[in-house]
């Protein structure tokens, strides 16, 4: 992950401690589901990634109308406003530039 986040312009911070790999303990169930309050904020915050979802599922040429239908069914029962939006209060960022540097360096 660090290899694919330095290339795309990030920084290689990313260690064992911020990836868990052992979920020893159970859970508390307040612990597993997120509240109505932090699903909206956590569809706000991935908006543009669901526009984009949105975009790859539209333009899909190896899915059928009924599971498109079924993902976007998914889609409006979990973030109900961006699945309906075709734009997010946040510009999409422009990763134009960092993809042709990646490129070049997965060339080499």
């Known amino acids: 992950w660090n290899t694919i986040e330095t290339l795309l312009g990030g920084a290689a911070d990313l260690t064992k401690e911020s990836l868990p790999v052992n979920n020893q303990y159970e859970k508390k169930p307040e612990e597993v589901y997120l509240s109505d309050t932090a699903k909206v904020a956590l569809c706000e915050t991935l908006c543009n990634e669901i526009q ?3 975009m790859i599922l539209k333009r899909a040429q190896n899915i059928k109308e009924e599971h498109y239908m079924e993902s976007m069914q998914e889609l409006i ?5 961006e699945a309906v939006e ?3 209060a946040d510009d999409m960022p422009n990763i134009k530039l960092k993809v042709e540097e990646a490129k070049g360096k997965l060339i080499r």
């Open 77 to 81: 029962t979990s973030c109900p406003r």
């Open 86 to 88: 075709e734009s997010c």
């Open 52 to 54: 984009v979802y949105k």
